[in-house]
């Protein structure tokens, strides 16, 4: 079994920047993609930011520009970069690992934006 924990959240002000990581252990050759999803009170949990194993990367139209989703394979870790925040960045986020039939997901990870 995969597991994933995301770890990097916290109170930052608007503005400011934050690395949000997530470390994988365990293997499953099925995974095609990880990605960061966040849910808000209220809302539904959303996509943020996605990279396949081909390396090709998508993004919700809110954080174009602001975000950026990488990962380094010999440590087994997703990373989300997260520059220029907001206050509706405000959420917790998850970290996925994803496969056709059924993905993996984390506890979450905190992040408020706030003055």
């Known amino acids: 079994q995969v597991q994933l924990v995301e770890s990097g959240g916290g109170l930052v002000q608007p503005g400011g920047s934050l690395r949000l990581s997530c470390a994988a252990s365990?293997?499953?050759?099925?995974?095609?993609?990880m990605g960061w999803y966040r849910q808000a009170p209220g809302k539904q949990r959303e996509l943020v930011a996605s990279?396949?194993?081909?390396?090709?990367?998508k993004y919700a139209d809110s954080v174009k520009g602001r975000f950026t989703v990488s990962r380094d394979n010999a440590k087994n870790t997703l990373y989300l970069q997260m520059n220029s925040l907001k206050p509706e960045d405000t959420a917790v986020y998850y970290c996925?690992?994803?496969?056709?039939?059924?993905?993996?997901w984390g506890q979450g990870t905190q992040v408020t934006v706030s003055s």
């Open positions: 365990g293997r499953d050759f099925s995974i095609n993609a």
């Open positions: 990279i396949t194993t081909f390396g090709r990367t």
């Open positions: 996925s690992a994803e496969a056709v039939q059924y993905a993996f």
